[in-house]
T-cell receptor
């Protein structure tokens, strides 16, 4: 199947700093990518939909100025957590849909996740 | 999208079939049933999906009841590596408009 990578796989940062997480579709193009957040022992929560060449669509309760999303190309979306605080510590997961339609139902592929710890 | 209900946890012996149930009593006619799983500290992995017919692939089988109010994911020969949280999702969206929305899922533990 198609591969989605994330970088870094984990990051530790000081409170107040910004952290950028990259999501790449390695062997397919994705005009739309999705960002999820998962706290310990909880399910994945959709944060935003990242659209190539346009602004991201944020879910209710997600601050767009704090979680900056850029989808500059068909294979790369970035999530920047600005002025991170300990409560932003979480597992961030991206996903992408193979727009090429190799799967008839446009299967969605998930990245391996990035664990963010804010001290 | 219809809500789903899954048991919080289940366990299964290695080599035996794991049968994971999901109730979706409010499912409507155009809604699909999707299954994903998430191994600890990894991203979710698509397993299988169906509309009304039973489906089988290399990973699992999906049995959907005739009234479509429930379904069962079957892992025919569970291995230790199948230990994961399994999510059942119902969505009317398909193709380009489908966005998985995850509930609590079932934590499956496969033991030796």
């Amino acid at each position: 199947g198609a591969v989605v990578s994330q970088h870094p796989s984990w990051v530790i940062c000081k409170s107040g700093t910004s952290v950028k997480i990259e999501c790449r579709s390695l062997d397919f193009q994705a005009t739309t990518m999705f960002w999820y957040r998962q706290f310990p022992k909880q399910s994945l929560m959709l944060m935003a939909t990242s659209n190539e060449g346009s602004k991201a669509t944020y879910e209710q309760g997600v601050e767009k100025d704090k979680f900056l999303i850029n989808h500059a190309s068909l294979t790369l979306s970035t999530l920047t957590v600005t002025s991170a605080h300990p409560e932003d510590s979480s597992f961030y997961i991206c996903s992408a849909r193979d727009q090429g339609g190799r799967a008839a139902y446009n299967e969605q592929f998930f990245g391996p996740g990035t664990r963010l710890t804010v001290l | 999208d219809a809500k789903t209900t899954q048991p919080t946890s289940m366990d299964c012996a290695e080599g035996r079939a794991a049968n994971l149930p999901c109730n979706h009593s409010t499912i409507s006619g155009n809604e699909y049933v999707y299954w994903y799983r998430q191994i600890h500290s990894q991203g979710p992995q698509y397993i299988i999906h169906g509309l009304k017919n039973n489906e089988t692939n290399e990973m699992a089988s999906l049995i959907i009841t005739e009234d479509r109010k429930s379904s069962t994911l079957i892992l025919p020969h569970a291995t230790l590596r199948d230990t994961a949280v399994y999510y059942c999702i119902v969505s009317s969206a398909s193709g380009g408009s489908y966005i998985p929305t995850f509930g609590r899922g079932t934590s499956l533990i496969v033991h030796p």
